[in-house]
Nanobody
Framework: QVQLVESGGGLVQSGGSLRLSCAAS????????VAWFRQAPGKEREFVAVITSVGSAAHADSMKGRFTISRDNPKNTVYLQMNSLKPEDTAVYYC?????????????????WGQGTQVTVSS
């Protein structure tokens, strides 16, 4: 059972940056595909970015150029660097993991989820 813990959320002004972390308990975490999703109040949970075990990444079109996913396998951690934040980026951000390989963008592809971290961007 993979346990995921997100951190790094908080309150930031529009135009600011945050780096989210997703730490895993599983020592073979480097073999997992990991993604970030977000959910704003009253909205569906949406895909943000994904990174495979070999480090290839994909990002949602609306976040390309602002958000970057990366991973540090020795630390069993995946990051989401978020720059040029906007008020509409306000949401709870979740990391998710699967032992399957691929750039999965659907929630149902992921068996493991963290509890989420709140990101609030003020205007």
């Amino acid at each position: 059972q993979v346990q995921l813990v997100e951190s790094g959320g908080g309150l930031v002004q529009s135009g600011g940056s945050l780096r989210l972390s997703c730490a895993a308990s599983e020592r073979t975490f480097s073999r997992y595909t990991v993604a970030w999703f977000r959910q704003a109040p009253g909205k569906e949970r949406e895909f943000v970015a994904v990174i495979t075990s070999v480090g290839s990444a994909a990002h949602a079109d609306s976040m390309k150029g602002r958000f970057t996913i990366s991973r540090d396998n020795p630390k069993n951690t995946v990051y989401l660097q978020m720059n040029s934040l906007k008020p509409e980026d306000t949401a709870v951000y979740y990391c998710a993991a699967t032992s399957n390989f691929g750039w999965f963008r659907q929630r149902g592809e992921y068996a493991y989820w963290g509890q989420g971290t709140q990101v609030t961007v003020s205007s």
